[in-house]
C-alpha cells in the first residue's frame, strides 16, 4: 500500500521558520513529480511548491523567495522549508506525488495520484 506521510508542521510565530517531510513508502517515488499543496479554512487547495524527477523547483509567487522544497531519493522523501512565515501561510499543508514519470513540476492537483493525510502549519502574529 502506498502511503505518504507528511510531518513537521505545528505553531509558529510570524518571521519563524519549519521544515515539513513527506515520507513515502509502498514504493519509490525518484522518478516522479512531487508537490506540496496548502488549504486554509474556507478555501480551495492551492499550489505552494513541486518538484520534478530531475529535481527542478516550481513555486507558488506567494511563496516564492521563502519557501525551498527538495527531495532525499535515497529516503524517499520530500522536504519544504518555509522561512519568513506569515500568517496567511496557516493552512493545512499536503504532499502529493505523481504517478507517471514526466520531468515537469505539475502545478493542479488533479495531476497528483497519491496524497498524504496534511499537516497543520499554524503561523501566529
Known amino acids: 500500500q502506498v502511503q505518504l506521510v507528511e510531518s513537521g508542521g505545528g505553531l509558529v510565530q510570524a518571521g519563524g521558520s519549519l521544515r515539513l517531510s513527506c515520507a513515502a513508502s509502498g514504493r519509490t517515488f525518484s522518478s516522479n513529480p512531487m508537490g506540496w499543496f496548502r488549504q486554509a479554512p474556507g478555501k480551495e487547495r492551492e499550489f505552494v511548491a513541486a518538484i520534478s524527477r530531475s529535481g527542478s523547483p516550481a513555486y507558488a509567487d506567494s511563496v516564492k523567495g521563502r519557501f525551498t522544497i527538495s527531495r532525499d531519493n535515497a529516503k524517499n522523501t520530500m522536504y519544504l522549508q518555509m522561512d519568513s512565515l506569515k500568517p496567511e501561510d496557516t493552512a493545512v499543508y499536503y504532499c502529493?506525488?505523481?504517478?507517471?514519470?514526466?520531468?515537469?513540476?505539475?502545478?493542479?492537483?488533479?495531476?497528483?495520484?497519491?496524497w498524504g493525510q496534511g499537516t497543520q502549519v499554524t503561523v501566529s502574529s
Open positions: 502529493a506525488a505523481d504517478s507517471s514519470t514526466s520531468y515537469d513540476t505539475p502545478t493542479i492537483p488533479s495531476r497528483y495520484h497519491y
